[in-house]
């Protein structure tokens, strides 16, 4: 769904601004959604803390409820952390599919350590 979501992005980017090349658009369009994602982990973070009337995407309140039980409030910081390092490597002009590949694997690493801990404890 994702690579649906940044391929439009960049169409969009290269329609409002013919001078940049199909790279860069993907480029813009990888940092933005980098950027809702960390949103979402933000309000991930707002949820853990008890503060549901601080989360800002309303729409996508029953997930992040949901991610929040499963995720430690350091998880969800972790996946803040990797989204902004996975921007800055767009902006030293890494490989984008590179960036996207490691990001995917740190957000499923992130997403599996605190499942795995409950794990170890409830037995």
């Known amino acids: 769904l ?3 979501e940044a391929k439009a992005l960049a169409d969009h980017f290269s329609t409002a601004d013919p001078e940049i090349s199909a790279t860069e658009a993907t480029r813009r369009s990888l940092k933005t ?3 809702l994602g960390s949103t979402f982990y933000a309000d991930v973070l707002r949820a853990i803390s008890n503060l549901p009337d601080a989360i800002t995407n309303a729409p996508r ?3 992040i409820v949901a991610l929040s039980r499963r995720l430690y409030a350091s998880s969800a910081a972790d996946s803040i952390r990797h ?3 996975a921007e800055r490597q767009l902006d030293l002009n890494l490989n984008t599919q590179l960036v996207v590949d490691c990001l995917v694997n740190q957000l499923a690493a992130v997403g599996a350590k605190p499942l795995a801990a409950h794990a170890q404890n409830d037995r």
């Open 2 to 4: 994702w690579q649906d």
């Open 33 to 35: 959604i980098f950027n």
């Open 61 to 63: 309140q029953k997930s």
């Open 83 to 85: 989204l902004a390092d």
